[in-house]
């Protein structure tokens, strides 16, 4: 069964660090995985998906780049600033199309 | 922009009640998805349906049932809430395949 981990699990830094979130997988036959951004009491929203056959997907000072061999994605954010303060979850779509969750990163970016 | 609506942002339930979050998208999805949300344990998926009537079970179907009658709408039910029950829940939809999922805003239920 996949499992998803993400480390670290909290996060907080001085606004204008470049930093990066963690996320792996234990199964490597993935087919795509995805970066979501989830804000105090709302839903998710998509950032990012990687298909499997991609190595990296940029939206503007995000970056996300996948290694399927070694079971690693990591999200970069650029100068990041008080309004990335929020909670980052990856999740994994391998053999169905549901996919599996990591338990998110939670990021504090103070002023 | 695909929309993904809950019925309810807040909710307040007494134990024993029948509770029904409904779900909408309006993008002609084939998948959908009921997730409930705890701190500490992560996104848990209740059912998911594939079609129209149908459904498949999750993680954590008990105490849950839903109702797909047509595409768009899908629905969860709380056949007797429980305390247990207090949660987030979360609704989202995809196109058929493992492509990206969308997800409502969530429905912040509470069980007296």
């Known amino acids: 069964k996949q499992e998803v981990t993400q480390i670290p699990a909290a996060l907080s830094v001085p606004e204008g660090e470049n930093l990066v979130l963690n996320c792996s997988f234990t199964d490597s036959a993935i087919y795509n995985l995805q970066w979501f951004r989830q804000d105090p009491g709302k839903g998710l929203t998509s950032l990012l998906l990687i298909q499997s056959s991609q190595r990296e997907q940029t939206s503007g000072r995000l970056n996300a780049s996948l290694d399927k061999s070694s079971g690693r994605s990591t999200l970069y954010i650029a100068a990041s600033q008080p309004g990335d303060s929020a909670t980052y979850l990856c999740a994994v779509s391998g053999g169905s199309y549901i996919p599996t969750f990591g338990r998110g990163t939670s990021l504090i970016v103070h002023p | 922009d695909v929309k993904v609506t809950q019925s309810s942002r807040y909710l307040v339930k007494r134990t024993g009640e029948k509770v029904f979050l409904e779900c909408v998208q309006d993008m002609d999805h084939e998948n959908m998805f009921w997730y409930r949300q705890d701190p500490g344990l992560g996104l848990r998926l209740i059912y998911f349906s594939y079609d129209v009537k149908m459904k498949e079970k999750g993680d954590i179907p008990e105490g849950y049932s839903v109702s797909r009658e047509k595409k768009e709408r899908f629905s969860l039910i709380l056949e007797s809430a429980s305390t247990n029950q207090t949660s987030m829940y979360l609704c989202?939809?995809?196109?058929?395949?493992?492509?990206?999922?969308?997800f409502g805003p969530g429905t912040r239920l509470l069980v007296l």
């Open positions: 989202a939809s995809s196109p058929r395949g493992r492509e990206t999922q969308y």
